[in-house]
């Protein structure tokens, strides 16, 4: 309720990315981030950390969760998901934001 209230067309927020193999909850990170997305699709903008690639998710915990948990199948809809982020934003036409 609280995020809620506070996201909208006059607050918007950009995730730096480094989303997943900090801990043990990285798929419920996720799925927190892409229901943000899906209900604030104009306030809501993600961009993708180094974490956030096919070797990097295989050599920490993230692949071996996803697999543990649910199955590769799942696995490679977050590996596309990661994909499709973009690596860099510029915010009010004159600040490069990008994860690091």
């Known amino acids: 309720q609280k995020t809620k209230a506070k996201l909208g067309d006059s607050c918007k927020v950009l995730f730096l990315g480094d989303y997943v193999d900090r801990g043990l909850f990285g ?3 996720m799925a927190y981030l892409f229901a943000l997305k899906v209900s604030y ?3 809501v903008f ?3 950390g180094n974490h956030e690639t096919r070797e990097m998710t ?3 915990n993230f692949r071996d969760q996803c697999i543990k948990q649910y199955d590769a ?3 490679e809809c977050f590996s596309d998901a990661f994909e499709a ?3 860099a934003a510029i915010v009010n036409s004159n600040i490069l934001s990008l994860h690091g």
Request: hydrophobic share 45%; net charge negative.
């Open 27 to 29: 798929i419920e990170v």
């Open 41 to 43: 699709p104009q306030s």
């Open 46 to 48: 993600m961009l993708r």
């Open 58 to 60: 295989t050599f920490y």
């Open 73 to 75: 199948e799942v696995y």
């Open 85 to 87: 982020l973009p690596v």
